[in-house]
């Protein structure tokens, strides 16, 4: 199994250690529900070194990205970043990536753990002259600081003025003494930045950030708390609620494609789509009944099949079961009455618009 440089530290900590796409990652430190309320009032820290990370750079550098990616990378200016799903001549999703532009010619693809193989030989696979291509993964260690104090701490450590570092954007610079690459994106929905560095110094980043965040009410936070955070807020998560057999537009993820732009991978399959209308829509509902959702438990409605849930869970700050499931799409509208089939039993529940929080 892969660690990350901080796997010592997680286990000193006293985490809860678990296999993640191959990885030995930290799925609570006190408690999910802890972890996930310090994030929305405070701040938490988040090890996500287990991200791939892949460098492509060249003449034809903007093009391949531009074949690539179903968003359009031509709008990025460097220090610019783009979330964007890359997909399958069907539609399929490949992967939902971050494209940082580094330079003219110069860009960082940032890639969902599990992925990172697949990713790399999909773009090895359809990589055209003009282009070099590197994975750099094991080149980098990356920390997420989420939560409303998370500039105030970070600010103390870096020269970069973080006031200046707008939504989905990056500077490089020094962090602690070391070397960085600081962007801000965030998979929580809070206010907060990612710390790309060395592997050799992430244990002092790490220390640094606590000893820094101790009066702020900094705490570590794991996989957990990581996912029902971006459950709130609807956003998707790689082998849950995208896959090779969704696509981007019944997954509302359209504001993520650019059907005008030059010819990408599924831009035919997604004009058609688009064209034809769609069947199914990922759609969020609240459990009225009692009992949590899980992925791949069945949808009904009126006793007939009508979906299933790609994500559910108890909500820390609703207090509420909340989940995210495909159904028909004259479903999915609001206040539309539905059951989760838990344990044999239809639960009730209901279509509630989106994000939860």
């Not at 968003?71 to 539609?91: E, K, S, V, W």
């Not at 509302?252 to 991978?265: A, I, R, S």
């Not at 009225?288 to 994500?311: D, L, M, N």
Request: glycine share 10%.
């Amino acid at each position: 199994m892969n660690k990350t440089p901080l796997t010592q530290i997680h286990h000193d900590l006293g985490a809860k250690m678990i296999d993640f796409g191959g990885w030995e990652m930290p799925v609570q430190y006190s408690g999910i529900i802890s972890e996930h309320r310090a994030v929305r009032n405070q701040c938490g820290i988040f090890d996500v070194s287990h991200m791939g990370e892949i460098i492509i750079r060249g003449e034809k550098a903007t093009s391949f990205v531009q074949k690539l990616i179903a968003n359009n990378a031509a709008r990025l200016q460097t220090g610019g970043i783009l979330y964007t799903p890359m997909c399958y001549p069907d539609g399929g999703i490949v992967d939902d990536i971050l494209v940082y532009r580094t330079g003219d010619k110069d860009y960082l693809l940032v890639v969902n753990a599990a992925n990172t193989d697949k990713d790399w030989q999909w773009i090895q696979k359809n990589r055209i002259k003009g282009v070099e291509t590197i994975n750099v993964s094991d080149d980098y260690a990356q920390l997420a600081l989420q939560g409303p104090a998370s500039r105030d701490i970070l600010q103390q450590l870096t020269e970069i003025n973080l006031a200046d570092l707008v939504y989905y954007n990056f500077k490089e610079g020094k962090v602690a003494g070391t070397k960085a690459l600081l962007s801000r994106t965030g998979y929580t929905g809070e206010l907060g930045y990612e710390i790309y560095l060395s592997p050799e110094d992430a244990v002092n980043l790490w220390e640094s950030l606590f000893s820094t965040g101790e009066d702020y009410g900094l705490v570590p936070a794991g996989l957990g708390a990581r996912d029902t955070l971006r459950l709130e807020k609807k956003y998707c998560l790689y082998g849950n609620d995208i896959n090779e057999e969704t696509n981007p537009l019944e997954a509302g993820l359209g504001w993520t494609v650019d059907l005008t732009k030059e010819d990408f991978f599924g831009k035919e399959r997604l004009l058609k789509i688009r064209e034809e209308g769609l069947t199914r829509i990922l759609a969020g509902f609240k459990v009225t009944g009692r009992g949590i959702p899980r992925h791949g438990y069945k949808i009904t409605a009126a006793g007939k099949e009508v979906g299933e849930v790609t994500s559910g869970s108890f909500s820390p700050t609703l207090e509420e079961n909340i989940g995210l499931g495909y159904i028909k799409k004259e479903l999915a509208e609001p206040n539309q009455k539905l059951s989760i089939l838990i344990r044999g039993r239809e639960i009730d529940a209901e279509v509630v618009k989106t994000p939860f929080v």
